[in-house]
């Protein structure tokens, strides 16, 4: 059933040609003036067009023009009506690109004739281009075929009934040596490996001979009898009646992974020889061998720890070590034993890595004296003891900090942090350093650019530091000078949040500005207020979870006769504590919980309340009603 629209502003004649298009079974569809055909070609497939030549406005004759123009509509056939029959105007009709001519007044016989005539040769043609493409696609995927086998990185090789090679792709020629005339026409049991049966290849052929497919891996031999591995697949080709013609072979090269496997064996076994070895030494060493995790837990006592530290290792895995972790030197400590007399032993600790991280590796071995023997006296039996006492008093206060915190502003706690900051950075940088010095001339170009790069990463980490500590300074000596002016805070707020913007889809957070009223320009220098909405806006970043949003709110009010710009922005993260919300603006001072989060100095908010300072303004925080917290500074305003 065939869609034909009638093109034709004579609405009783449109009617007649309706009802017959419609008694021949075909699908009419109508317009009554030129401009609405393409509308309706763009909305509806139409498979034949009935064209009235005289039209208002727009003639048949430029309609027919338009569509055999248009990409998209030049194929639909268009069968043009008048009510002359001049010669001329058939020609012009023809040359424009019209199928047939029809005049009025129409019978329906010769409609019918006309339009099933035309209908049939379209649906040919239809059909003929459609095998033409589909012959062209057939082809290119041929091509790419044939490309992806002959660059293929595997051998692959075809055979007929009767396993006689005919095909054998270039890698094919390269692996095994062979020239192609010497492959064509032979089994492939010519690369058969002294180390394969031949029921093998029996039960290959038996396979793949009733028509499945079999996998496994097989020994192969070169030309130069050089032995190699393959994981292959072979399967039957089936032609169009669904009988095997021909048997495909496909095979990846594993020699390496075979010998990386065999090699791998070989030393998981003499790693289990000398882990058993090591275990039975320290299992039977005398010496306390203790090793603790990052968290300070135990994680191992050989029996001589057991019997040191006078209990089971049911009872100390687990266990707190509270014992000070001084590295690589011999001291000596009491070991307080709950139900037994304390002990003085030597004491060394050693740092190493494992899969799992650091961990610390501590030996303990008593020190037995004569009754008469006073090389530790009692004032080096307190000092001992005091030490362990202060630090179990250490752990208590954190563990106390812990449950109740507290924002401490102590020189102590900078430094703490600021040590940490810096430590790790530059043991990288000093590590891969070492590195490079040593092996300078055994490693390759690329180890050393690794090692170069990871010292410049490390650098790069540290200089941020460097840097706000540096601001901090001058700021609080009043060297950074800043030059006001009135300007629009709009443009300066949009550039710090697509700076921001690649880092908060990292997590899925959208930033968005919020749309605010009129707008009143603001007094402030920009670089300063850039520095201070970068610094809060990567704190909202860090501290929000996956999946939130971020706001930034811009209002204008006024306080005491005086204007002021209010720039607010709102998180969804973890919140400040009520007793901390003023602390976090004093250098050197960080919310308990931002420090449970992840490392800081406690500078960036000091050096943004300097800046809005400079500026006249106010910061604060306060938290939000349902959660996350709100960080707001004022500017002046002109």
């Given at each position: ?356 991280g650091k961990v610390w590796v501590a030996s303990i071995r008593e020190i037995l004296r004569n009754n008469t023997d006073t090389s530790i006296s009692d004032q080096d039996t ?257």
């Amino acid at each position: 059933m065939a869609k034909i629209l009638i093109v034709d502003d004579d609405l009783t004649f449109v009617h007649l040609l309706t009802n017959l298009i419609a008694s021949f079974g075909d699908t009419p569809l109508t317009a009554t003036q030129g401009a609405h055909v393409f509308q309706i070609l763009e909305e509806e497939s139409v498979d034949l067009i009935l064209l009235d030549i005289y039209m208002p406005i727009v003639s048949g004759l430029d309609i027919i023009r338009q569509m055999k123009r248009h990409p998209d509509f030049k194929h639909i056939p268009v069968i043009m009506i008048t009510g002359s029959s001049k010669i001329s105007l058939m020609t012009e009709c023809f040359e424009a690109g019209a199928s047939d001519f029809i005049t009025k007044p129409i019978s329906p016989v010769v409609l019918q004739a006309r339009l099933s005539t035309i209908l049939g040769k379209q649906n040919d043609i239809n059909r003929l281009e459609k095998e033409i493409q589909e012959r062209k696609n057939a082809e290119s995927s041929l091509r790419k075929l044939s490309i992806a086998v002959e660059q293929s990185p595997g051998i692959v090789f075809l055979t007929d009934l009767h396993g006689r090679i005919e095909y054998a792709n270039p890698k094919c020629i390269e692996i095994t040596g062979y020239h192609l005339e010497e492959i064509l026409g032979h089994n492939p049991q010519m690369f058969q490996s002294q180390d394969m049966s031949g029921a093998t290849y029996k039960d290959i052929w038996k396979k793949v001979s009733k028509g499945g497919t079999w996998k496994g891996e097989l020994c192969n031999r070169k030309k130069n009898g050089t032995l190699f591995w393959v994981l292959c697949s072979i399967s039957p080709i089936l032609n169009e009646q669904g009988i095997v013609s021909n048997f495909l072979a496909v095979q990846e090269d594993i020699s390496e992974r075979i010998q990386a496997e065999a090699a791998l064996a070989k030393k998981t076994q003499e790693l289990k020889i000398s882990e058993s070895r090591l275990r039975t030494i320290i299992e039977a060493t005398g010496d306390g061998i203790i090793v603790i995790g990052k968290n300070k837990d135990i994680h191992f006592v050989n029996p001589a720890a057991e019997k040191l530290l006078g209990k089971p290792a049911k009872n100390l895995l687990g266990e707190k070590f509270y014992y000070p972790l001084v590295l690589n030197k011999m001291t000596e400590i009491i070991i307080q034993r709950p139900e037994q007399p304390d002990i003085v032993v030597d004491y060394r600790v050693v740092e190493t890595e494992t899969d799992d991280g650091k961990v610390w590796v501590a030996s303990i071995r008593e020190i037995l004296r004569n009754n008469t023997d006073t090389s530790i006296s009692d004032q080096d039996t307190h000092c001992s003891e005091q030490v362990i006492d202060d630090h179990q008093k250490t752990i208590t206060s954190t563990e106390k900090n812990r449950s109740t915190p507290e924002v401490r502003n102590t020189n102590a706690d900078f430094l703490s942090n600021i040590s940490h900051e810096f430590r790790t950075p530059m043991h990288a940088i000093l590590s891969f350093a070492n590195f490079g010095i040593k092996k300078i001339d055994q490693v390759p170009g690329e180890k050393l650019l690794h090692y170069f790069e990871q010292i410049k990463a490390s650098a790069n980490r540290l200089m941020p530091l460097i840097d706000d500590l540096l601001e901090l300074s001058n700021l609080e000596a009043g060297k950074i000078p800043y030059k006001l002016t009135e300007q629009d805070i709009f443009p300066t707020l949009m550039s710090v949040v697509q700076e921001q913007k690649n880092v908060a889809e990292e997590k899925h957070i959208d930033i968005q500005i919020a749309p605010f009223g009129d707008q009143i320009n603001a007094v402030f220098n920009k670089s300063g207020i850039i520095k201070v909405m970068r610094n809060i806006l990567q704190n909202a970043i860090h501290f929000s979870p996956e999946q939130s949003h971020i706001i930034v709110n811009v209002e204008n009010y006024s306080e005491m006769n005086t204007q002021w710009q209010k720039i607010s922005i709102s998180d969804e993260g973890i919140g400040i504590p009520e007793k901390e919300l003023e602390d976090i603006f004093i250098k050197f001072i960080q919310s308990s919980k931002t420090k449970t989060c992840s490392g800081g100095t406690g500078i960036g908010l000091a050096i943004c309340k300097h800046i809005i300072s400079e500026h006249g303004g106010h910061i604060w925080a306060e938290n939000n009603p349902g959660k996350g917290a709100t960080i707001s500074f004022t500017l002046p305003v002109s």
